[in-house]
């Protein structure tokens, strides 16, 4: 089963934030999080593993609650180059699913 | 880091004919590999996760006789369409693990034309 990720698409301007956020039905061992750039393969930001972590990369983060079964990746302060359609990966049971990604515009 | 080789790049064929498609590790083994589909602006939907050495296991819905999976060496996964038809057109892409890292490493993608 797919993960459910909201909002579906998102825009900001140069230095807002913003948050993304991702849920499953399933017990969860970890969930990732990539950056998708129109044409180009998805791109690794971040693994949270369970036992409810939170991590970070530069300005963006994300946070992992482990019972709720749920992610928050964290866009502080965007920048351009910022934008793409962001995807949640969660892994359980030894495979990979994504959710439908959020489209993220960042304008000047 | 980890490096995924994905070829081709991008690949027209005509309806009837079939393509394969290589998913490689260049600087990892790779017991498993990842096989996704993805429609324009859509997510990526897994097709199959190739295990070396033994049978992919294949999705729900995905036809195994179509999508032929080879994962013959710890470096190597191939993926073949078999008798392609124009609703087969995608973008295919694979992705792999380096036991003990972190996250998945993405092949750079096929995007596959079916006339």
């Known amino acids: 089963q797919q993960p459910v990720q909201s909002p579906q698409a998102v825009i900001l301007r140069e230095g807002e934030d913003a948050v993304i956020n991702c849920s499953s039905s399933?017990?969860?061992?970890?969930v990732h999080w990539y950056r998708q750039k129109h044409g180009e393969a998805p791109v690794f930001l971040m693994i949270?593993?369970?036992?409810?972590e939170q991590k970070g990369h530069e300005k963006i983060s994300a946070s992992f609650n482990e019972k709720k079964q749920q992610s928050s990746l964290y866009l502080t302060a965007s920048q351009l180059s910022y934008s793409g359609t962001y995807f949640c990966?969660?892994?359980?049971?030894?495979?990979?699913?994504f959710g439908a990604g959020t489209r993220l515009t960042v304008k000047p | 880091g980890a490096v995924v080789s994905q070829h081709p790049s991008r690949v027209i064929c005509k309806s009837g004919t079939s393509v394969k498609i290589e998913c490689r590790s260049l600087?990892?083994?790779?017991?498993?590999m990842f096989w996704y589909r993805q429609f324009p602006k859509q997510s990526l939907m897994l097709m199959a996760t190739?295990?070396?050495?033994?049978?992919?296991?294949?999705e729900q819905g995905v036809e195994k006789d179509k999508f032929l999976i080879n994962h013959a060496s710890l470096t190597l996964s191939t993926l073949t369409v078999t008798s392609a038809h124009p609703e087969d057109s995608s973008f295919y892409i694979c992705?792999?693990?380096?036991?003990?890292?972190?996250?998945?490493?993405f092949g750079s993608g096929t995007r596959l034309t079916v006339v």
């Open positions: 992705s792999a693990s380096q036991t003990g890292a972190k996250g998945y490493t």
């Open positions: 399933k017990a969860l061992y970890s």
């Open positions: 949270l593993l369970k036992g409810g």
């Open positions: 990966g969660t892994e359980s049971n030894n495979d990979m699913r």
């Open positions: 600087d990892f083994q790779a017991t498993t």
């Open positions: 190739s295990n070396e050495g033994s049978k992919a296991t294949y």
